[in-house]
């Protein structure tokens, strides 16, 4: 299994505390710890007393699963939809989504420099400048297949409402999300960091710094 916390891939080995029965089976609590990150996985379960349906898992600890960090170059108002839309993701793919959908507006909106309209004409607009890498474009692409737009035209024209998700969708989202962060914020923040450095170094050294982009 992959462990929530770190990511890491390890074999599962559950211990598994019964609590009793309810009406609803057999409820019981299992737990695991990660041998990468030293961190307990925790479970509680129910399985119906007769076996034949499978029974339910609720994931207790942690809540929801940690995808990448968000680099501190990441501003808030960006970083803080993202983190919500992955803490509420295994509870509802749908309020995931929505958070998603109206943080990937928002970027576009403020980075990629085009006119506001709805998601998907801004989606076309960002394609249409050129400005992202290829797979960056194609990803940003999908989202609007991948949602359905065509079916459901209110994640396009008011992104942050909550409507029906489509397999993989919410996840998708996330990983376009994350694509966007790198480009936007990371990779030009190292870059600049080293152009700092450089210019310190070519000042000490009394010639004049590099030009800015
Ligand atoms: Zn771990």
């Known amino acids: 299994m992959k462990c929530p916390h770190c990511l890491n891939g390890f074999h599962s080995d559950k211990s ?3 609590i009793g029965s309810d009406i609803d089976g057999e409820w019981s609590v299992t737990y695991e ?9 925790i479970e509680l379960e129910v399985s119906e007393v007769s076996g034949r349906s499978p029974g339910k898992i609720f994931q207790a600890y942690p809540k929801g699963v940690s995808r990448t960090q968000v680099a501190k170059d990441v501003p808030d108002k960006f970083a803080d939809d993202y983190k919500e839309a992955c ?4 509870d509802s793919p749908k309020a995931s989504s929505a958070l998603s959908r109206r943080c990937l507006q928002n970027i576009l909106r403020e980075k990629g420099g085009i006119k506001s ?3 998907a004409g801004e989606i076309q607009q960002v394609l249409d400048s050129k400005q992202l890498p290829s797979h960056l474009s194609a990803a940003i692409d999908a989202v609007r297949n991948i949602g359905n737009f065509a079916a459901h035209p209110i994640k396009s024209t008011n992104t942050g409402v909550i409507v029906g998700v489509e397999a993989g969708e919410a996840e998708w989202l996330l990983d376009v999300l994350e694509g966007l962060f790198d480009f936007y914020f990371v990779q030009p923040a190292i870059i600049q ?3 700092d450095e450089l210019n310190k170094k070519l000042g000490g050294a009394g010639k004049p710094p590099m030009k800015s982009p």
């Open 117 to 119: 309209g709805d998601l």
């Open 16 to 18: 598994r505390y019964v």
């Open 87 to 90: 803490l509420v993701l295994s």
């Open 33 to 41: 710890e990660c041998p990468e990150c030293g961190k307990f996985i």
């Open 193 to 195: 960091r080293k152009r």
